[in-house]
């Protein structure tokens, strides 16, 4: 018998979406099956992610909790159904699902922001300084393991590049652009790259500086996906264990909120440019 693979961040967070119309409509998971011809099992492993669902069974649902809002249901239906085809598919079983997780949302988004202040983001990163760092974990992991994940951190880069890609502002520490990670040559030919992509039309790079003092979420390592519908986004914060994904309402506000603050604080997008470059040329 095939083992079944759990069900991935994109079918969770459509079941978490319907649990929260179902309980905003006031109603039971019960009432729902009985609304719907079903049994509470089945909506209970829709909820779940562990069940697919149609369109068409979908959209019955949103009707039944009474959703006003077509163009959620839109989005909704967007995520229905499919098989497992994402790129990082082939990296299942092989490096940690959470790393898969962060594929299949940045894949699945429409513009991202990050906020790092010890490490540059890994959209960002160079195969040597990416490989420097996973060279690091406790314990330490095996070179094949290693270089997989190097692999699939270059291959996420796809979502900068070419015609259909993604427009990211990330916000990065003057910590970050001095930790040497792998050494000096390594920190020179990263900052150099992102000098480089820096530049592009659809990448905003901002520095926030020592001299910048206070700002909000200091120390924190986050990013943030936004969806084709607002209450689709996702927040993801870096943690020991591995990525931890947010998605209430509150949760979004609050750290969109964050996030406009933060980039306040950080230099302009041409003076955080000239700033990398002066650090290059101190190494």
Request: with cysteine.
């Amino acid at each position: 018998m095939a083992v079944r693979q759990p069900p991935t961040i994109r079918k969770r967070r459509l079941g978490a979406e319907l649990r929260r119309l179902r309980e905003a409509a006031g109603m039971s998971a019960p009432r729902a099956a009985d609304l719907l011809g079903t049994d509470r099992t089945t909506i209970s492993n829709i909820e779940s992610g562990r069940f697919g669902l149609r369109e068409e069974r979908l959209r019955r649902l949103a009707a039944v909790y009474e959703c006003d809002d077509p163009d959620f249901v839109d989005a909704l239906a967007a995520m229905v159904g499919g098989r497992r085809t994402g790129w990082w598919e082939e990296y299942r079983g092989k490096i940690p699902s959470d790393f898969l997780d962060v594929s299949e949302v940045e894949h699945h988004a429409v513009r991202l922001r990050s906020v790092q202040t010890s490490l540059l983001p890994g959209l960002f990163q160079t195969e040597e300084y990416a490989r420097a760092l996973f060279d690091l974990v406790v314990p330490r992991l095996p070179r094949l393991e290693v270089e997989l994940r190097v692999a699939h951190r270059l291959e996420r880069q796809r979502v900068l590049t070419g015609n259909a890609a993604l427009p990211y502002t990330g916000v990065v520490h003057e910590t970050a652009l001095r930790m040497r990670f792998g050494g000096s040559a390594v920190l020179k030919e990263q900052l150099r790259h992102l000098v480089e992509i820096s530049e592009r039309e659809n990448i905003v790079l901002l520095v926030i500086t020592f001299a910048a003092g206070g700002y909000p979420l200091p120390g924190e390592s986050v990013f943030y996906a936004e969806a084709p519908h607002p209450r689709l986004d996702t927040v993801g914060l870096d943690a020991p264990t591995g990525p931890v994904f947010l998605d209430s309402p509150a949760q979004l506000a609050n750290f969109r909120r964050r996030l406009d603050l933060i980039e306040e604080v950080a230099l302009t997008a041409g003076r955080s440019r000239d700033f990398i470059l002066s650090i290059i040329k101190e190494l």
